[in-house]
């Protein structure tokens, strides 16, 4: 019996779990996996997408690849290939691919062009000012402190940034370093430093809210409680240490990353709040964007969004939108889903989602990023460098051992490792990145949940490892 076949773009832990979810439908073959990691080969139906021995990275490769195989359908994972234009380099060579155009992928593209299209729509945003030149917002973060002394700032890279492009701030001090950081030295972003956006702290609950759209209908997705700061607060030590080792003036800043664990379903968010953020926010996002581009946005969407108590009401705003499904968010809500996901995907394609209804297992899904920490390792001089570790500079190639132990019904989706063969010859799993692993527990409770994905996080070993220990309480 053949079945459908299926190319997943995507080199993390986002890509594994998206194969994963294509593995479960009966009426999908094959997954191949573009980019991928050593995760890739280790799933059910599924292997990497390569040629010649060598794996598919560059869309023209892509394109040849889902040709020569014939690829029934194409998923887009990442942020930078769908704002490199591959889903209309697909689209002109008549290849179905699931996410949206180029021109729609301003969204995510700019956080100052994305806050300037929602303020201008009426969708609810921080207070916020786009600069291009440093020393313009530095002398207005001073004029916002000495207008406003019991408020802070968010300072937010205007590209892409891995997700970690913003830094909230908890002082002047720490603002007008973060402005010359981004923009000047050393560049913490690269380019997407070049433009930045200034925006008002906000206080409330982070919320990040998913979505998957046709361009007519719009449905929510179920969500995740993430953890994106990289320490647990009361790991002071450890968050003043790694600030000394980055340079940070703030030592008591806990850093951003791009997401740290967390579980789903999401705690607090309820039907009426769902509501109240589909018709104010999502639904307005697409429709206007259509209104006045004229691009169909069609794929999934995410909003980055920060929930205050005003008058007794849970009022969302804007922090950020992403043109994508998040990583850890996929790992842990797809895992849930039980609607077929070739079916999804292809009522997105043949804007039928109309038709569709949405089901998800009551299950808890918790899961851990296993990181590359901090880690001292001799140079060639002989002398030692110490590396803060993820999301600051860090160490990778390191043996990962301990997954053979894993129990059969965890979860381990890869972020970052690769096979290679070490000095005896025999093949084996590296670290290649930040973000190493993500292992997810699941059951019929959070408490459930969480004490199966931390009783096996403790089985892995790899020199550096680090992660929360805090989540789901």
Sequence with gaps: MSGAKVLVVDAGGRGN??????????????????????????????????????????????????????????????????SEGIVNSFHEEDLSIVGPQREATILEGSKCDAKDFLKSIGVPVPAYRNFS????????????????????????????????????????????????????????????????VVEERLRGRELMFFAVTDGKTVLPLESAMDYKRAFAPDETVAIRLFNKLSGNPNLDNNPNTGGMGGYSPHPWLDKELTE?????????????????????????????????EEDGKKVPRVLEINVRLGD??????????????????????????????????PDYCMGICAISGRVVKPVTSGAQEERPGYPGPHYTNMPIRGLDKVDPDVLVYHNGTALRTDAQGKERLYTTGGRVLTLVGRGGSLEQARARAYENIKKIRFNGIRYRHDMGL
């Design 17 to 82: 779990a998206i194969a994963h979810a294509f593995a479960r439908s009966p009426q999908v073959e094959a997954i191949y996996v573009a980019q991928g990691n050593a995760g890739s080969t280790l799933m059910e139906k599924c292997s990497m997408a390569a040629e010649g021995g060598k794996s598919v990275k560059e869309i023209p490769a892509m394109i040849a690849f889902a040709r020569k195989r014939e690829i029934d359908l194409t998923f887009v994972g990442p942020e930078g290939l769908l």
């Design 133 to 196: 030149d440093q020393k313009e917002a530095k002398e207005y973060v001073s004029q916002y402190y000495g207008d406003n002394p019991d408020e802070n700032l968010v300072i937010k890279a205007d590209g892409l940034a891995a997700g970690k492009g913003s830094i909230v701030c908890s002082s002047e001090e720490e603002a007008l370093s973060s402005v010359g950081r981004i923009m000047v030295a050393p560049r913490l972003f690269g380019k997407a430093g070049r433009r930045i």
């Design 276 to 308: 109240t953020i589909m018709t104010t926010i999502v639904v307005p996002t697409v429709t206007r964007f259509k209104e006045l581009t004229g691009v169909n946005y069609s794929g999934m969407i995410y909003f980055g969004l920060m929930v205050s």
């Design 328 to 361: 850890p968010e996929t790992e842990l809500i797809l895992p849930r889903l039980e609607t077929d996901m070739y079916d999804l995907s292809r009522a997105v394609l043949d804007k039928e989602l109309d038709a569709m209804e949405l089901e998800w297992s």
